[in-house]
């Protein structure tokens, strides 16, 4: 007798196909799989529904402690649930951000009282605490992430121990990233040079919506991705491009991998399904960094999407109030970057599916199993498998409905108007987290707590 049998569902196993099966799961983990009719103290009937491995956001912003008027582990994970994600990795700015080993346990501690999914934790590696990054990775950290700038005006204390704002900088913290053993994420934009566009820009009074983008050009980005690249060839370490906007630093990438630099490539649907002309649509709403891109550089995304050369798919879910957004009096250079994502990565991408612009296999790695094997927490997570937790989404397949920010948990679902009314397929039904439903019927079933922390293997 298991705790809980899923009957019947179209299951991805890690082929093209699914296969219609039954899930056994015992103690929150996966117990058995099954053709025939299994028994189970509680029972889902899934005919009909697709099982899919419950998705891994790798890159997701809360904020709190320090602004928790953009999120909470609480509301951001209860967004998660409601995006049939299972485990989010939590980037690493806060106040104060997590560079040390005391301050990344208080933020597990934090994370452990209110999340409704499973958490992990990426650590701030900045040349100003540059002594904590070896003891920091022995906090159990997925991966450090590091920002090329100096901190933003006003938000010093979100950025103590997280840039590396000059390359002597960049270069000696990559040499502490090596030596430590875990993977260090860059945001790869040339600052200086994006500075001296904005400060160009202004005062020729070129601050329309667009302008965010032509202040931030591909170069930006290119040439940052190469100087990681290099760096991480001399020193050993392994690292992860962020966010990679533009189809020439994934050329980057690809050059490099073939030198034997260990990189993972990461993007985001806002590089796929958006184009430069979300910004004359939606303002600062839309605006995020790396920006989006032209038509043809978000088309030629999809190229490397599909080929392998992008490992991961992070939804960048970066929460800001509606009021936050608006600042600026129409300047675009005011408002902060990012918007949330958490809810929109999973249809989105099921969309994409159904539209053959990728396959189900292919989905999954990207959302799936490769985030969690890129940072330690494969095969516990990330695939449907005897012995791996019991985290699990349901979709219809066949349905068809509306990305709408009333439905999202997030405390910023004001600011959340990029995808509004897209019709998509693949909205989750039901996510389960170790093996007990969390979200269903649009309503979140879990109490503050139930998520687990999750650390990298071995740590």
Not at 173 to 180: C, F, H, L, Q
Not at 182 to 193: D, K, L
Not at 279 to 295: I, M, Q, T, W, Y
Not at 328 to 353: C, E, K, Q, S
Request: hydrophobic letters at 40%.
């Amino acid at each position: 007798m298991f705790d809980l049998v899923i009957r019947r569902g179209a299951v991805c196993l890690g082929e093209e196909t699914p296969v219609q099966c039954d899930l056994g799961i015992r103690d929150g983990v996966i117990a058995a799989i099954s053709l025939g009719d299994l028994d189970g103290r509680d029972v889902v009937d899934a005919e009909g529904k697709m099982v899919l491995p419950g998705t891994v956001d790798p890159h997701v912003h809360i904020r709190a402690p320090g602004h928790d008027e953009r999120e909470t582990f609480h509301s951001g994970t209860c967004d998660a649930a409601a995006g049939g994600v299972t485990t989010i990795m939590e980037m690493p700015i806060s106040s104060p951000p997590p560079y040390s080993k005391e301050i990344v346990e208080s933020r597990m501690r934090l994370a452990a009282s209110e999340a409704v999914v499973d958490v992990a934790f990426f650590g701030a590696a900045g040349m100003d605490q540059i002594d904590s990054i070896v003891p920091c990775a022995q906090s159990g950290i997925v991966a450090f992430k590091t920002f090329l700038h100096e901190a933003p005006k006003g938000r010093e204390a979100e950025f103590i121990g997280l840039t590396a704002p000059d390359t002597p900088d960049l270069y000696e913290v990559m040499k502490r990233i090596a030596e430590s053993g875990v993977i260090g994420a860059f945001h790869a934009e040339n600052n200086a040079m994006i500075q001296r566009n904005i400060r160009n820009m202004t005062a020729a009074g070129r601050t329309s919506p667009k302008d965010h983008e032509r202040s931030r050009p591909p170069i930006c980005e290119i040439e940052t991705t190469a100087k990681v690249l290099l760096f991480a060839e001399e020193t050993g370490a392994t690292v992860e491009i962020c966010h990679i906007s533009t189809p020439r630093a994934v050329e980057l990438v690809n050059e490099a991998r073939a030198r034997g630099v260990r990189v993972i490539a990461e993007t985001c649907p806002s590089y796929l399904f958006l184009n430069v002309d979300a910004l004359d649509r939606f303002g600062a709403f839309a605006k995020c960094n790396p920006p989006v891109r032209s038509e043809e550089e978000r088309s030629a995304m999809w190229t490397y999407v599909v080929d392998g050369s992008i490992d991961i798919i992070g939804s960048d879910h970066a929460p800001y109030t509606k009021e936050e957004k608006m600042k600026g009096d129409g300047n675009i250079f005011v408002p902060p970057a990012g918007f949330p994502g958490l809810g929109t990565r999973l249809p989105l991408m099921y969309t994409a599916v159904r539209e053959k612009k990728l396959s189900l296999r292919r989905m999954i790695e990207l959302i799936c199993t490769n985030p969690a094997k890129a940072f330690g927490l494969y095969p516990k997570k990330g695939v449907i498998a005897p012995g791996s937790d019991a985290d699990l989404v349901l979709i219809d397949p066949m349905r068809q409905g509306a990305i709408s920010k009333d439905e999202m948990f997030t405390r910023c679902r004001d600011s959340a108007l990029v995808f509004e009314g897209w019709n998509v397929y693949g909205k989750p039904e039901r996510t389960i987290v170790r093996g007990r439903t969390v979200f269903a019927g649009g309503k979140i079933l879990a109490e503050p707590g139930w998520g687990a922390i999750v650390r990298r293997a071995g740590s």
